[in-house]
């Protein structure tokens, strides 16, 4: 028998046990999972993908599942071999004529089937139609750009094989790419100077409290991509040529925006003893400093150039310019885009130097 004392005082002051009785329970399960997964194994198969001495976390881990996946933007890619002759005479005499100059020299079979391709890759029906049409005339400097990408770059686009890229690498089936981008200026109102472009979620920050205009810094205006100082006290100030900690910040955001454009970690392209040090990256990180050039001719060479053809619903919603890309604009979270799909061997139209 307890005290009367104990039971009057138990009974006038309640006490929930159901609370700290669904915490505990939650807890323990939580430490009986991490148990059974720690001795069994994890659940789920996985793929590492090594990029540097093992044991040095140099490794890219990713599921089996989602590596047998494949990207479902594939199966709308059309090939050469399936253009039927009705699609094929369904070009009409005017759109023949609309040739860009960089495909004069091909027959009018050969340009009827890249038209009915193009039509396809950008969703555009009538695309090459109409040459008064902006989506027309843009097509002619998009045919020079990508011929452009596939005769220099081939240090990124064909690192690892042929592969190329074509319309479709980009717009998959739409008239406007996905992973687009525009300037943004200042998106924090309550704050001046470097403050303002961060400490609020966007798409270009990828969602963090990260600077929003790295890509419009790096890929558009050729910043200097770099950290400042490794040593804790320093002689420099702020001035042209010296890394301050709001440089850091701004390639950070960089860095984590290629990351998810990749689906790849930072060990990727860099070693992890040293990041800081370009005598010790991986190979990947060449391929991707080459990407980085080749993103900033193309903003700048031309897609920004493009701006007046546009009509004003397709310029960007602050400064009114012209969409540009970035690296998820091709890749759309895969280390190659199209999972390392050959767009360019049937159309040597558009690759203008032949591979080996």
């Known amino acids: ?20 009785a669904i915490l505990v329970g939650a807890a323990g ?12 194994g994890q659940p789920y198969a996985t793929d590492s993908l090594q990029t540097g001495p093992r044991g040095t976390g140099m490794s890219v881990p990713e599921f089996e599942s989602d590596l047998s996946e494949a990207d479902p933007t594939i199966a709308g890619y059309l090939t050469r071999a399936q253009i039927s002759d009705d699609a094929i005479a369904s070009i009409s005499d005017e759109a023949l004529q609309n040739v860009p100059p960089g495909l004069g020299d091909i027959s009018d079979e050969q340009y009827a089937e890249l038209v009915v391709a193009m039509r396809a890759w950008t969703g555009i029906p009538d695309l090459m139609e109409d040459p008064d049409n902006y989506q027309t005339q843009i097509a002619y400097t998009m045919v020079g750009m990508t011929q452009s990408v596939n005769e220099n770059w081939i240090g990124h686009v064909q690192s690892n094989a042929e592969v190329g890229v074509t319309c479709y690498t980009c717009h998959r089936g739409q008239p406007v790419p996905s992973e687009i981008w525009f300037r943004l200026g200042p998106v924090n109102e309550a704050a001046e100077g470097w403050a303002a472009v961060q400490n609020r979620v966007t798409t270009q920050s ?13 890929l558009l205006n050729y910043g200097q991509i770099g950290v400042h100082d490794l040593e804790s006290h320093v002689a420099e100030y702020p001035s042209e ?16 925006y290629v990351s998810n454009s990749l689906g790849v970690n930072c060990v990727f392209c860099h ?58 604009t091709c890749h759309k979270g895969y280390q190659q885009p199209l999972q390392g799909l050959n767009v360019i061997g049937e159309w040597p139209e558009l690759a203008l130097v032949e591979s080996d």
Do not use: H
């Not at 040529?241 to 984590?256: C, F, P, V």
């Open 206 to 218: 990828q969602y963090t409290s990260l600077p929003s205009d790295a890509l419009e810094e790096y």
């Open 271 to 328: 070693n992890s003893r040293a990041f800081y040090d370009p005598a010790q990256v991986t190979p990947q990180w060449a391929t991707e400093m080459l990407g980085i050039s080749m993103v900033q001719e193309i903003n700048n060479d031309w897609l920004v150039p493009l701006e007046g053809l546009y009509p004003p619903e397709r310029l960007g919603p602050v400064f009114a310019d012209a969409p540009k890309a970035a690296c998820k």
């Open 29 to 40: 399960l939580a430490v009986t999972v991490a148990a059974f997964v720690v001795v069994v």
């Open 1 to 20: 028998m307890l005290p009367k004392w104990f039971n009057t005082w138990n009974r006038d002051n309640p006490t929930n046990i159901y609370g700290p």
């Open 241 to 256: 040529g010296i890394q301050t900690w709001q440089d850091a910040e701004r390639t950070y955001s960089l860095m984590n």
